[in-house]
């Protein structure tokens, strides 16, 4: 059983590393919403749930669905490279049109939202673009913590489980950032994070 789980372990790696695309973007970023509130309630429907949960990892975002939400180090606010495969991978935590991600207890983070390269928008948490992991199968599962050195879990606070310092370019708590363009070639990251 426990090779089972090595080789799907080493599966979901590799998937991982052919999966994220390197080009640059433009993003745009809009709007926050901090919470601090304790209640043993959910955060609002209307929008995008994130809220807090307590893992192996300590108090941890997670989505509505308590799925563990993620941040990749070469990612900021105005530079999302994670589209395509590695956004199959790696799914963004999504916004509807005209909506903020609402902060749901123990959530200390600044929120906000990004535009991705594809016009979507994804919920952020102290300028960290966040994502699911697919390799996560319920609630609670942190199996996308350390993948390739470059995605780790965002605590409650809005900061990094690990792997690095703050993103580049973090959203301001009172107003939108400009559209920033990076020059990239494309393709696929793969090992060369």
């Not at 893992?55 to 180090?73: E, F, K, M, N």
């Not at 983070?109 to 016009?119: E, I, K, M």
Request: hydrophobic share 35%; glycine share 16%.
């Amino acid at each position: 059983m426990r090779l089972v789980r090595i080789i799907a372990v080493a599966v979901a790696f590799a998937l991982s590393l052919a999966a994220c695309g390197s080009g640059g973007s433009s993003t745009k970023t809009s709007g926050t919403t901090t919470g601090s509130s304790t209640a043993p309630t959910m955060a609002p429907a209307s929008g995008t749930a994130i809220n807090a949960s307590q893992t192996g990892l300590g108090s941890v975002l997670v989505d509505a669905q308590g799925r563990t939400l993620y941040h990749l180090t070469k990612e900021s606010a105005t530079n999302i490279v994670c589209t395509g495969s590695c956004a199959s991978t790696w799914p963004p935590a999504t916004v509807p049109a005209h909506q903020q991600p609402h902060a749901g207890p123990g959530v200390t983070g600044t929120l906000s939202v990004v535009t991705r390269p594809d016009g979507t928008l994804q919920a952020a948490a102290n300028g960290y673009p966040l994502y699911t992991y697919s390799g996560d199968t319920k609630a609670g599962d942190t199996n996308g913590q350390g993948v390739a050195g470059v995605w780790f879990a965002v605590l409650a606070t809005g900061s990094s489980a690990g792997g690095g310092a703050a993103p580049a370019a973090t959203t301001p708590a009172t107003a939108a950032q400009p559209t920033t363009t990076y020059g990239g070639t494309g393709g696929t990251v793969g090992g060369g994070y």
